[in-house]
């Protein structure tokens, strides 16, 4: 189960990679082979690399600084 885990943690960190446009020539053998093995991994690849909804899903995120000042209203009415 560890193995899965690390294996998955590996591609994520991959496709992450690559999205930012850091991948070594290594890397990129690495992502091409394990989007060869599959129709799954790749269409998982695509879904995952694609640049408009990695755009929406950036833009979907809260705003960090919105969430901190809710955090501390909270901790600071219960005080």
């Keep these: 189960m560890a193995e899965d885990t690390k294996y998955i943690e590996r591609i994520a960190a991959l496709i992450t990679a ?3 446009g ?3 020539k290594e890397e990129t053998f690495e992502l091409e082979e394990w989007c060869m093995q599959s129709v ?3 269409a998982l690849f695509d879904k995952l690399s694609d640049p ?3 755009e929406r899903t ?4 809260p705003d960090l600084e919105t969430l ?3 955090g501390w209203n909270r901790i600071a009415a219960w005080l």
């Design 58 to 61: 950036i833009n979907d995120l």
């Design 52 to 54: 408009e909804r990695v």
């Design 68 to 70: 901190r000042a809710e």
């Design 18 to 20: 690559y999205i930012c």
């Design 22 to 24: 850091n991948l070594t």
């Design 40 to 42: 799954a991994n790749q």
